[in-house]
């Protein structure tokens, strides 16, 4: 399940401009492009994320959402070789918040599960007590 869907982006830029971003002709955007660029933000986030958290999300806290928006116009945007400024800082801030979020100094609120504890194989030696020691060898 995608953390953000196309509605989700149009919220973020017209549908014009999403058209022009994905469509190669034509006047509607093409979904395939718009979920390849959110399957790209997504990986991003999970691979961030999943130092700290089980990933994938489900449901998806609003801040992951919010993040794969903004990182999936980027990609839409650097798809086409566009410079955009405010994208570019958007991105930039959304990868500086998710390094936060891996190293433990922000969180995604209450919403999000910690990672599932794996357990641990610990190895175990066990031996019958010592039947040769410097003590006991003193006089051969």
């Known amino acids: ?37 959110i399957a790209k933000a997504d990986a991003e986030i999970d691979a961030y994320c999943g130092m700290r958290y089980q990933v ?3 449901p998806a806290p609003e801040m ?8 999936a116009i980027y990609h839409l ?3 086409r070789s566009l ?15 998710l390094k936060n979020v891996s190293k433990g100094l922000a969180t995604l609120g209450a919403t999000a599960l910690p990672p599932a504890e794996v357990e641990s194989a610990v190895a175990e030696i066990s ?6 020691s410097r003590d006991t060898l003193k006089n051969w």
């Open 1 to 37: 399940m995608s953390y953000s869907t196309q509605s989700d982006l149009l919220k973020g830029i017209s549908e014009e401009e999403l058209a022009e971003l994905t469509a190669e002709s034509g006047g509607t955007p093409e979904a395939t492009m718009v979920s390849e660029a």
């Open 56 to 58: 994938p999300f489900s």
């Open 83 to 97: 410079e955009d400024k405010v994208r570019r800082q958007k991105y930039e801030d959304a990868v500086a918040f």
């Open 127 to 132: 031996s019958s007590d010592r039947v040769f």
């Open 77 to 79: 945007f650097t798809r």
């Open 64 to 71: 992951v959402r919010s993040l794969s928006v903004d990182m």
